[in-house]
């Protein structure tokens, strides 16, 4: 919508970026391999410690990202509240 309206582009996209960001992290890393065998019970002990030591990183470093992403989301309408608010 933001690219239609020609308006703050730039958050749009680093809004959506975001997302991607994050899937690219989880594919790559094969976090998404690791979770899923520790989580049906067939991973062995290495992979189970592996898991273990990164999930609480990986998904604290995620939320920022997303909290990051919402707050600038949320700062597209405010900005407009602001703007009309403060003007003579």
């Known amino acids: ?4 309206l020609r308006r703050d582009r730039i958050i749009a996209l680093i809004a959506g970026l975001s997302t991607l960001w994050v899937k690219t992290i989880f594919s790559i890393s094969d976090l998404d391999e690791a979770e899923e065998a520790v989580l049906s019970g ?6 189970a410690q592996f898991f273990v030591s990164i ?13 990051i992403s919402l707050t600038l989301l949320l700062f597209v309408p405010l900005k407009g509240q602001w703007g009309k608010s403060h003007s003579p």
């Not at 919508?1 to 239609?4: D, G, H, K, R, V």
């Not at 067939?42 to 992979?47: E, F, L, Q, S």
């Not at 999930?55 to 909290?67: D, G, R, W």
């Open 55 to 67: 999930n609480v990183p990986i998904h604290t470093l995620f939320a920022v990202i997303y909290v």
């Open 1 to 4: 919508m933001a690219f239609i």
């Open 42 to 47: 067939i991973a062995d002990d290495h992979m």
